[in-house]
């Protein structure tokens, strides 16, 4: 199963120069990195990026993380994916840009 990471694009830069990230700041307060699946990566967007353009969408083979990925209740009740560790480049199946259009960011046809 894929899930979905959304960064800004200085975000995605750090984590293709270093290898490995820990997170937007987000992330960082909340000690994991928050992941959505594709039913919830639209509002995930609509809520936590509205506006902002230039955004890159990385998708990740939930069987690569292993233990290290938790299913927990978050909003409206929903299980949510979060990643109890950093996340390496090499758990990166594919990534798209998140274009932002009329106000609302497009999503690439693989998630429909």
Request: net charge negative; glycine share 8%.
């Amino acid at each position: 199963m894929l899930i979905y990471k959304i960064f800004r694009r200085a975000e995605w830069a750090t984590l293709r120069a270093t290898g490995l990230t820990r997170g937007a700041p987000v992330d960082l307060t909340d000690g994991y990195v928050h992941f959505s699946t594709a039913d919830q990566a639209r509002e995930t967007a609509a809520k936590h990026f509205k506006g902002e353009a230039d955004l890159v969408l990385a998708a990740v083979e939930t069987d690569a993380l292993g233990d290290d990925l938790k299913w927990e209740v978050s909003r409206g009740g929903a299980e949510f994916p979060h990643l109890y560790r950093v996340l390496r480049i090499t758990d990166v199946a594919w990534t798209r840009r998140l274009p932002l259009r009329d106000g609302a960011h497009v999503f690439p046809d693989e998630m429909l």
